[in-house]
């Protein structure tokens, strides 16, 4: 404000100061702290005596020093005044050295004051590095900004020193994930049908991180790197025993992770490879049985496969080479390996009718029950790092108290921890590895598809599928993805409970595995021997839609180029009908002949 302005401010205060101290009969000038003093003097009384001042004595002498040079400028004497007639000048004096206080100087180091800043959020480290050039540079350190960036699951792999400014690093990739988000509700990217045998019907697929792997009716198996379409792990060879058999085995089932695939073959056989060499399979057994459940350890190198009542578990030592763990006989059951186990060795949870076990090759006795409860069988099973999830059908009597339940039990104690669902139909699919903490995604025969909140025994939404069955699901902070026994994918908004979009095709969804920018979708087909798959046949046309498809959507593509835009949003109708059925669902999205096209 102008100097004027000022001096009639401090006029006016005095004298409101000068009325209440007088008018309460002395006792503010008499120094004593009274209920009916006002609140500001109190306050201007606490910073004269320096009570809210960590560096007192500093404040003090700079006080003298400016007190000495405004009298010696003005020339005014040294005059004696009343301690109350000088609260407004010191208080306003006070509030004009803020600025100058050093907060953080050599009473307190730079890490501990970095220690007190990586407690702050990006707003508040915004607002601090407003106040002076000390605090700029503590609330704009690159660890404070590398920390927050890996938080919020940017560039995890990264170390601090892999980016120059990392709170710039983490604007963009805040940028781009704003830009990811709108793609995905808009179904705005780039597409990649992935084929490999023309005339062979699709029997098995898995994905992991950036890796793809698929088997087929004709005993190959093919691996494709998502980030590497040229990498030469993609072809992998088939074991010499069931290359030679005629005809040749059809692959069962396959698993993948970050570094190693693995597939079963109808004849008991199972292969592993190496995904950064492809090639030659690493590591060949034989089941005495077609397996009919094989399951990789998410992020380790360990195998475990049902064939009958034979459970096995395989693994790799410190050298690599790669060994039986255990065995086991239990009856027909479901196997899944925990993640994250890391030295510990491979823990496998099975599901085996109505029992729940755990099976560690650490313990040497056999699997150990989890959960049995007599007429309830367990319908789907998964596990995370931490917890095992499973689906109960509960019948007869036991349908009175609640239905269909999902139990969730923690392997370190064994314990039950959570009880969720309410459901009249069979659970199907669960997701809990793969949803975010303390979240849980299942999907029912009733084409229902819920996510449950762990810690508060509630759902968070509940989700009408209009396929029947919902047979894959999977999700994360805002978003579902199901996919089910009539070939439909939907893409839902989960705290809204709206569906996105939708795609449709004729074979079921076997797998629905997708992460920032990426999904990818599996529609295997049940009949492995449709009429057209041989050469010989005389309808070489029911070769494409019988087969079955592998779709790869990235939607971290440019949104404005027409060529990034999805099949489905895009349909000119000029191809040809009695060879390709991929003809979008394109109302109200075509490039119809005389219209302007689609952005």
């Known amino acids: 404000m102008a100097e004027d302005e000022l001096a009639a401010f401090r006029e006016r205060w005095k004298e409101e100061l000068t009325t209440r101290v007088e008018g309460g009969g002395g006792r503010a000038s008499a120094g004593s702290d009274s209920e009916d003093q006002p609140q500001y003097v109190s306050i201007a009384r606490s910073l004269l005596d320096g009570r809210t001042s960590p560096l007192l004595d500093r404040i003090q002498e700079e006080r003298s020093r400016r007190k000495r040079q405004y009298q010696s400028m003005t020339g005014q004497p040294k005059r004696k005044v009343k301690k109350d007639e000088e609260l407004l000048d010191q208080l306003i004096q006070d509030l004009n050295e803020v600025n100058d206080i050093p907060f953080f100087d050599i009473e307190l180091p730079y890490e501990l004051a970095l220690k007190i800043f990586q407690y702050l959020g990006r707003a508040e480290l915004g607002r601090c590095a407003q106040v002076s050039r000390a605090w700029r540079a503590l609330a704009e350190d690159g660890v404070l900004w590398f920390r927050m960036c890996t938080a919020e699951g940017h560039h995890r792999e990264a170390s601090v020193s892999d980016s120059p400014c990392w ?71 088939i074991n010499g025993l069931s290359a030679n058999s005629a005809p040749r085995p059809h692959v069962s089932h396959v698993q993948v992770n970050s570094t190693v695939a693995a597939a079963a073959y109808e004849d008991g056989c199972v292969d592993l490879w190496s995904t950064e060499t492809g090639g030659q399979p690493i590591h060949h057994y034989q089941s005495p049985e077609p397996v009919q459940v094989l399951a990789l350890s998410p992020d380790g190198a360990a195998l475990g496969s049902a064939a009958g009542a034979d459970v096995r578990l395989v693994g790799a030592d410190d050298r690599g080479y790669w060994r039986e763990l255990c065995r086991a006989r239990l009856p027909k059951s479901s196997l899944v390996l925990v993640p994250g186990r890391g030295q510990q060795g491979p823990l496998a949870a099975l599901s085996a009718g109505e029992d729940v076990h755990l099976l560690d090759p650490r313990w040497g006795g056999g699997p150990r029950t989890l959960h049995s409860v007599y007429g309830h069988p367990v319908t789907c099973l998964d596990a995370s790092d931490s917890q095992v999830a499973f689906g109960v059908k509960r019948s007869g009597w036991a349908m009175h108290d609640g239905g269909n339940k999902i139990h969730v039990c923690s392997l370190e104690t064994g314990k039950a921890v959570a009880c969720v669902g309410d459901s009249l139909g069979d659970f199907t699919c669960i997701d809990l590895r793969d949803s975010p903490p303390h979240l849980l995604v299942c999907g029912n025969k009733d084409r229902r598809v819920t996510v449950f909140d762990l810690r508060a025994g509630s759902s968070v939404a509940s989700l009408y599928a209009h396929h029947l069955g919902v047979t894959a699901v999977q999700a994360d902070d805002w978003k579902v993805v199901s996919g089910g026994g009539e ?84 349909s000119d109708y000029i191809e040809s009908s009695g060879y390709n059925y991929n003809i979008g669902l394109a109302v109200p999205y075509d490039r119809l002949p005389g219209s302007r096209p689609a952005l």
């Open 487 to 570: 070939g439909l994918v939907c893409v839902w908004e989960m705290r809204m409970g709206a569906k996105l979009w939708e795609m449709h095709n004729r074979h079921p969804v076997r797998r629905v595995r997708f992460n920032t920018s990426t999904l990818v979708t599996a529609n295997v087909p049940d009949d492995k021997s449709p009429r057209g798959a041989c050469i010989t046949d005389d309808d070489l046309t029911a070769h494409r839609r019988h087969r079955g498809v592998i779709c790869h959507y990235d939607f971290s593509e440019d949104a404005l180029s027409q060529d990034h835009i999805l099949p489905i949003c895009r």
């Open 167 to 237: 709170k710039s690093t983490l604007r963009d990739c805040r940028s781009s994930a704003r830009t990811v988000r709108s793609n995905w509700k808009n179904r705005v990217g780039s597409i990649s049908q992935l084929q490999f045998e023309l005339g062979k019907v699709l029997c098995d697929v898995s994905c992991s991180d950036h890796f793809v792997l698929a088997g087929y009716t004709s005993g190959d198996v093919r691996l494709w790197d998502t980030l590497h379409w040229d990498s030469p792990a993609s072809f992998l060879k």
